[in-house]
């Protein structure tokens, strides 16, 4: 069974860049889904398909965020990240990586204030 666990700071002063990592064990980011997704969940709405990385490390992002979202890999950690830059309030959120749309983590709340 693939298991997901998100990590990174909790909180994150607006116009920085928030980083977190999802790290995968039970299977294998090169194989086991075609795509390793970031999805989150602003307090009080529904859930934001943000992007995703392929197995093949080819990269997908919703319209709205890719001027400032970036999802990368280590293969070799089995880990994949999100970056997103200049964030404002507006950003706080409960974040989770999903493996294709069956395995989810835990989340993270992150709270974009000063």
């Known amino acids: 069974q693939v298991q997901l666990q998100e990590s990174g700071p909790g909180l994150v002063k607006p116009s920085q860049t928030l980083s977190l990592t999802c790290t995968v064990s039970?299977?294998?980011?090169?194989?086991?889904?075609?795509?390793w997704v970031w999805i989150r969940q602003p307090p009080g709405k529904g859930l934001e398909w943000m992007g995703a990385?392929?197995?093949?490390?080819?990269?997908v992002y919703s319209p709205s965020l890719k001027s400032h979202a970036s999802i990368s890999r280590d293969t070799s950690k089995n880990q994949f990240s999100l970056q997103l830059s200049s964030v404002t309030p507006e950003d706080t959120a409960v974040y989770y990586c999903?493996?294709?749309?069956?395995?989810w983590g835990k989340g993270l709340l992150v709270t974009v204030s000063s």
């Open positions: 039970g299977g294998s980011i090169t194989a086991s889904y075609y795509y």
């Open positions: 990385i392929a197995l093949d490390g080819n990269t």
């Open positions: 999903v493996a294709g749309g069956d395995y």
